[in-house]
């Protein structure tokens, strides 16, 4: 998509961070804006922000809804147009109860699953039909993570499980999107600074179960936040890099080189894992170069 003037751009997660960086990137470019949050104070706060250089609505939803998800696109279609930019970014950390294996529950499995993969699930079956119906030009943007791509320590696993999954959706719905005129980008953040620690303490439903938490862990993960809290990157420049990554029609959008390293090993390790080469590889590669063509 050369470029995003006049066309209305669906965010989201847009009350703040990545998403709010996106929103303010696709503005000053003259996109219409719908952007969906369950902050709605946070809502408010952006569109007094951004009324001021293009039109703006924004929409109270929880991205788990699939019938408020409906009700958003119809309104977002039938106030600002098509959507032909379709943002699946809100997303939340496990929570840390969450992040140890003795405080782990279904309840924190199902809030990260349910919110970063459900709710790019819910945005893609939302409106993906309606971009095909119309055709092209339209993009969508699925936000996951470096931690969708490589595995740093074993915490995050189910944040990791939840990217993952958002990794593969958007890399095997790409070429489908394409025979529509649709485009794909993931963008893989690495380390930015914005309110997603505060954002996944407000909305962990098991967080008062997890407490007390272990004073080791405690400590040794403000440690780790006071380490690297002056590093985070801006998300208005990760805002930035993704409005250049759907310029140039990139299905890859990787804001920082944080996890270079972690991705090089583990796809060493893989192909490192795989046994000699046989004659049934070698047959096996020539009848999926045949069905390709
Ligand atoms: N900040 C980082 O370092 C980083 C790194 C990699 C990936 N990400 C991803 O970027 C995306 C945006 O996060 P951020 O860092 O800007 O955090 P953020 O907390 O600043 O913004 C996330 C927004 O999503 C909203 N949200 C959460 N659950 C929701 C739900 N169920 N329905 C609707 N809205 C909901 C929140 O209210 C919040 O406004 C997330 O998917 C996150 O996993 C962030």
């Not at 943007?141 to 931690?147: C, D, K, L, Y």
Request: proline share 4%; net charge negative; with cysteine.
């Amino acid at each position: 998509m050369q470029t995003v003037s006049d066309i209305t751009a669906f965010i989201t997660g847009g009350a703040s961070g990545i998403g709010l960086g996106m929103a303010r990137a696709f503005a000053a470019e003259g996109a219409k804006l719908a952007l969906a949050d369950l902050d709605e104070t946070g809502l408010d706060e952006v569109k007094r922000e951004l009324d001021a250089i293009t039109e703006v609505i924004t929409i109270p939803l929880d991205v788990r809804d699939r019938e408020a998800m409906a009700g958003a696109a119809d309104r977002a279609e039938a106030e600002l147009g098509p959507v032909r930019l379709l943002c699946n970014n809100a997303g939340v950390g496990s929570g840390i109860g969450g992040m140890n294996l003795e405080t782990m529950s279904y309840e924190h499995w199902d809030h990260t699953l349910s919110v970063n993969l459900g709710g790019v699930v819910n945005g893609v079956q939302t409106f993906v039909p309606r971009m095909v119906e119309r055709g092209g030009p339209a993009h969508v943007v699925n936000t996951s993570s470096g931690s969708g791509l490589a595995v740093t320590g074993g915490a995050q696993f189910m944040y990791c499980a939840s990217k993952y999954a958002v990794t593969g959706l958007s890399e095997a719905i790409v070429k489908l999107l394409k025979l529509h005129g649709i485009g794909l980008t993931l963008v893989s953040p690495g380390f930015v600074d914005t309110r997603i620690a505060e954002t996944t303490r407000r909305l962990d439903p098991a967080e008062a179960a997890a407490e007390p938490m272990d004073p080791a862990y405690k400590e040794k993960l403000e440690r780790f936040e006071k380490l690297f809290e002056p590093l985070g990157q801006d998300p208005d420049e990760v805002g930035r890099m993704v409005l250049d990554a759907i310029h140039n029609d990139q299905l890859y959008c990787q804001p920082d080189r944080l996890m270079a390293e972690p991705i090089r090993s583990r796809s060493e390790a893989l192909l490192g894992a795989m046994p000699a080469e046989t004659e049934r590889d070698r047959k096996m590669a020539e009848a999926i170069e045949k069905a390709r063509r």
